[in-house]
């Protein structure tokens, strides 16, 4: 079964230009998520997509933070414009819309590690 | 979500049995325990889960206590492969918005 694929792995920009990551979660899963991961912290959740619509965007600096997830399947994440405190790893991660009790529940993919100078 | 109180740090000799221990004192009834780990400039892996009965599967044994505030991860052969950070981490179970809260979690390392 394949993964949950990201692209790009790594990135670096400078302040105020604009970045975009591509999510490709596992076939058939109705469920995405997109988390940021600052160095030494655990991985925060920005927004949670069931299909295409939204479910927890609470998180979501939406004023330089945008995603959408087109046709239910691939996602994308973009910052604009970025600041230096956006220097992260982003994690996409999927899962089916139910949580089987006796099986894996989220996979995520290797993230990409964005370095904004 | 209830919180959840993890140790910042562990070792262990490779070879020997890691205990990674885990707080949730405020858990309810309908939450369930989770542990996944992250190894280095990887993403973050699932490794058990349980409600309130001891689970073990390839991987690992999660025991919780029998009033569920507190859990204990153990991986039996540790190996230098599990030096990575582990969380625990406490759902609810909610169709149709399930997610996951992470901490901070322990920072296990194994020690040849």
């Known amino acids: 079964e394949a993964g949950v694929a990201q692209s790009p792995r790594y990135k670096i920009i400078e302040k105020r230009q604009s970045v975009a990551f591509w999510c490709n979660p596992i076939s058939g899963h109705a469920t995405l998520y997109w988390y940021q991961q600052i160095l030494g912290q655990g991985p925060k959740l920005l927004i949670q997509f069931q299909n295409n619509g939204v479910v927890d965007d609470s998180q979501l600096p939406k004023d330089r933070f945008s995603a959408e997830r087109l046709k239910g399947v691939d996602s994308t994440l973009k910052i604009q414009p970025a600041k230096l405190e956006d220097s992260a790893v982003y994690l996409c991660?999927?899962?089916?819309?139910?949580?089987?009790?006796?099986?894996?529940?989220?996979?995520f993919g290797q993230g990409t590690r964005l370095t904004v100078v | 979500d209830a919180k959840t109180t993890q140790p910042p740090s562990m070792d262990c000799a490779e070879g020997r049995a890691a205990n990674l221990p885990c707080n949730h004192s405020t858990i309810s009834g309908n939450e369930y325990v989770y542990w996944y780990r992250q190894i280095h400039s990887q993403g973050p892996q699932y490794i058990i889960h349980g409600l309130k009965n001891n689970e073990t599967n390839e991987m690992a044994s999660l025991i919780i206590t029998e009033d569920r505030k507190s859990s204990t991860l153990i991986l039996p052969h540790a190996t230098l492969r599990d030096t990575a950070v582990y969380y625990c981490i406490v759902r609810v179970e909610n169709f149709g918005n399930e997610k996951l809260t992470f901490g901070t979690g322990t920072r296990l390392t194994i020690i040849p």
């Open positions: 991660a999927s899962s089916p819309q139910r949580w089987a009790r006796n099986e894996e529940q989220a996979f």
